[in-house]
């Protein structure tokens, strides 16, 4: 049986930015250039973490006591959507969705969600629908690809 998944609202800044720096720095050098991969972590630093906590609902995920993600909610979007790598293909991040779709699924008809390439596939499979392509280039010329993806809401 897996455990449930508990949220709870982040307070800390600190270790927010500790689990998306850990998370990107094991997984996202599998999918992304060097440059890709520090434009991530430069986006999601302590810092603009800190003012983001301002501005959305962050939480951290918990599993028996344990921090092994985090997940945040803007309006009707998701993001900073990160799951330890060593909690990583137990289904917690799925899990992770459900709560934060729940949440905004209460106020809002769809979610969007700006899905980078390591978590594309589990949103597909949940249902989310490719709506755009974007690129970014980075400082030093390497390119950031993903997709903006959208659910809608099965019921009015």
């Not at 250039?33 to 962050?58: R, S, Y």
């Not at 060593?86 to 969007?112: A, P, W």
């Not at 949940?126 to 280039?137: H, T």
């Not at 030093?140 to 659910?151: P, Q, R, S």
């Amino acid at each position: 049986m897996q455990s449930t998944i508990e949220l709870k609202y982040a307070d800390d800044s600190k270790q927010v930015a500790e689990i998306v720096r850990k998370t990107i720095q094991t997984i996202y050098p599998k999918y992304y250039p060097t440059g890709a991969v520090q434009f991530f972590l430069n986006l999601h630093c302590e810092e603009h973490i800190k003012k983001a906590m301002t501005e959305e609902q962050v939480y951290f995920a918990i599993v028996k006591g344990t921090i092994i993600g985090t997940g945040s909610i803007r309006k009707n979007e998701i993001c900073r959507l990160f799951i330890l790598p060593q909690y990583q293909k137990k289904g917690y991040g799925s899990r992770l969705m459900d709560c934060l779709e729940e949440i905004v699924f209460k106020n809002h008809k769809t979610i969007h969600i700006a899905a980078s390439f390591p978590a594309e596939r589990l949103y597909l499979k949940r249902g989310y629908k490719i709506i755009s392509y974007e690129k970014i280039e980075t400082e030093d010329g390497d390119f950031l690809c993903y997709h903006i993806m959208e659910k809608s809401r099965d019921y009015d």
